[in-house]
């Protein structure tokens, strides 16, 4: 198959992959750890690194990143800073396409003989809930016996049913929920041409967070800063729902890039917005204020903390209004470390105790580490 390398297929064919309706005819993914070979640049020699290099390991010795399982391709929506909409017009196909459930499972099985320390799965679809109740059952099930692995994956405010969510907390195997939510401003949300309201966002979080709670986890959601069309209004909209959204949460901040291609780039290029100077606040990793988040700004980074207290603390809009106000005075993202407030939304979370007998299980020599059921620890703010 043309730009897909397989082992009946090892010829170098950099064509184009075909789109297919079926996504189930893309062979499984294969690792040829023992015949891949990097260059070591330190000891100036050749190697063959095995997982590691593709999982780097974390200090428990498993791997920091979860494995990014592709279950599907497409989404319902058409929003103007994302990918998908040029994706769906090159390949002509604008519905959704899944694997089969075997087909995922099959592949799943092969990664966990390859990387025998795997202990987390990202099923990364743009927004899983957007499957059949039927379907989602059929995959918690298979996942639940033949898999057995902490997972995580992404919703939409759109997408949200309880039952569908239902059915994949109950496997008690889920360590991570993320939905997009971008901005509290309507304006904004035009120009993004995202469909969901304050209304329905607030009525998502409300039911994530009551059926996340119990089994002690936050949800995530993401948000966008650093946008050109954003107004001192439409920051403290955003400010003003973070507020109202039911804590502990974890808000990830995305800084705008406005990639060819999409329908802000357009905008951006009528607009004489795309200078070098943006360009280099967007690309530049040397210009960014925080590398990590890719904030280019400091009323970004300022913003970003500020979200930050919002998702940890049940802190009412005038303080965060104030704070934001003072934002030229008092470097908000220097005074308040973000370990600080990840530390102030566990003990939300989990209750001092658990902190406290984690902390004491750190110290405990030859302690061992167990997989994170229930509770992400390595997700943080
Ligand atoms: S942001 Fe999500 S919903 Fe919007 S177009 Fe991209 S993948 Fe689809």
Request: glycine share 8%.
């Amino acid at each position: 198959m043309a730009g897909v390398y397989t082992a009946a297929n090892l010829t170098d064919d950099y064509r184009a992959a075909p789109s297919l309706d079926e996504l189930s005819q893309i062979p499984l993914p294969r690792f040829f750890f023992d015949q891949t070979h990097a260059y070591d640049v330190r000891h100036r020699t050749w190697t063959t690194p095995g997982p590691e290099r593709f999982l780097p390991p974390g200090k428990s010795g498993r791997p920091k990143n979860p494995y990014y399982l592709f279950v599907d391709r497409g989404c319902v929506g058409d929003c103007t800073y994302c990918c998908r909409p040029l994706m769906k017009k090159l390949s002509g196909r604008f519905g959704l396409r899944k694997r089969s459930v075997a087909d995922i499972m099959a592949e799943l099985e092969e990664v966990k003989k390859a990387i025998p320390n795997l202990h987390k799965v990202y099923v990364y679809s743009d927004d899983f809930l957007l499957w059949r109740e039927d379907e989602l059952a059929e995959f918690a099930l298979a996942y639940q016996r033949r898999i057995n692995l902490p997972f995580m994956f992404l919703l939409s405010p759109m997408s949200f049913r309880d039952r569908k969510l239902d059915i994949l907390l109950n496997t008690g195997l889920v360590s991570f929920v993320e939905m997009g939510i971008q901005t509290g401003s309507p304006r904004v949300r035009r120009i993004y041409n995202r469909r969901e309201s304050n209304q329905r966002i607030l009525e998502v979080a409300g039911k994530l967070s009551k059926k996340l709670r119990p089994r002690r986890l936050a949800p995530h959601y993401d948000i966008i800063v650093d946008s050109p069309w954003e107004t001192e209004a439409d920051r403290l909209d955003t400010l003003r729902l973070l507020c109202r959204l039911p804590g502990p949460y974890e808000a990830l901040f995305f800084s705008l890039t406005v990639f060819p291609g999409t329908g802000l780039y357009d905008k951006a290029r009528d607009e004489g917005l795309l200078t070098e100077e943006t360009y280099l606040a967007q690309f530049d990793l040397a210009a960014h204020v925080n590398r990590r988040l890719r904030i280019s700004s400091r009323d970004g980074a300022a913003f970003v903390r500020l979200g930050q207290m919002a998702g940890a603390l049940p802190l009412p809009f005038p303080v965060l209004e104030i704070m934001w106000r003072l934002r030229k005075i008092v470097s908000w993202a220097k005074v308040i470390p973000e370990r600080l407030l990840t530390g102030l939304k566990n003990i939300r979370l989990t209750g001092p105790g658990a902190i406290l007998r984690r902390a004491v299980a750190r110290r405990r020599p030859g302690r061992r580490h167990r997989p994170a059921r229930g509770l992400d620890v390595g997700s943080g703010g």
